[in-house]
């Protein structure tokens, strides 16, 4: 099936900095992703869609500017946390539709393995 | 805004009985519904998925039944093993594909050996 994958897996930062997180679909191109957040014993909250060569679409209420997000390539999105705080510790997961699933349609969505990130 | 919800936070199951996850939605504009299973740490993980065409559609050892009148998504799993336990997550989106999926609270689901 189709593979997406994330890196780092973990990260630990201090406060006031910025991380990168990079989702990469390893064997199909994705014009577009997804970027969820998860907090502990809750559900994934759609924060943004990342778009291959145009800016991303941010969900209600999410900081365009502290949550940055590059489509730079067909196979590449990141999403970078600017000067972090302890709230942003969360559970970071990226998802591509496969366009060679379902009929061509795009519809299925392979989630990439998460990152947790923790802010101190 | 709509979203989808779960009745049930918690299912305990004894190994080799059926599970029953049930999701009730309430965008009425969803026509595509899908069930992840999400483990510990881990990203959730595609099990079955249904379109509003059809009201049951079956894989291995996984049922999804849909109820477009009540808004009602339930999955069966047949002869639960402990390899089942996780968190369930019920889905909805737009058919057409490269739309965003909006997730249910989900289910966590522990199968007792």
């Known amino acids: 099936g189709a593979v997406v994958s994330q890196h780092p897996s973990w990260v630990i930062c201090k406060s006031g900095t910025s991380v990168k997180i990079e989702c990469r679909s390893l064997?199909?191109?994705?014009?577009?992703m997804f970027w969820y957040r998860q907090f502990p014993k809750q559900s994934l909250m759609l924060m943004a869609t990342?778009?291959?060569?145009?800016?991303?679409?941010?969900e209600q209420g999410v900081e365009k500017d502290k949550f940055l997000i590059n489509h730079a390539s067909l196979t590449l999105s990141t999403l970078t946390v600017t000067s972090a705080h302890p709230e942003d510790s969360s559970f970071y997961i990226c998802?591509?539709?496969?366009?060679?699933?379902?009929?061509?349609?795009?519809?299925?969505?392979?989630f990439g393995p998460g990152t947790r990130l923790l802010v101190l | 805004g709509e979203s989808v919800g779960l009745h049930l936070p918690t299912l305990s199951v004894q190994e080799g009985d059926n599970s029953i996850i049930n999701c009730a939605y309430s965008?009425?504009?969803?026509?595509?519904f899908i069930w992840y299973k999400q483990e510990s740490g881990k990203g959730p993980q595609f099990i079955i998925d249904?379109?509003?065409?059809?009201d049951k559609r079956q894989g291995q050892r996984v049922t999804v039944l849909l109820n477009k009148t009540v808004k009602h998504l339930s999955l069966q799993i047949a002869a639960t093993q402990p390899g089942d336990s996780a968190v369930y997550f019920c889905?909805?989106?737009?058919?057409?594909?490269?739309?965003?999926?909006?997730f249910g609270t989900g289910t966590k689901l522990q199968v007792i050996p």
């Open positions: 249904i379109r509003s065409n059809m």
């Open positions: 998802s591509a539709p496969n366009p060679t699933t379902s009929g061509g349609a795009g519809e299925t969505q392979y």
């Open positions: 990342s778009n291959e060569g145009s800016k991303a679409t941010y």
């Open positions: 965008n009425s504009a969803s026509d595509y």
């Open positions: 064997d199909f191109q994705a014009t577009t």
């Open positions: 889905a909805e989106t737009l058919s057409g594909g490269y739309q965003k999926v909006t």
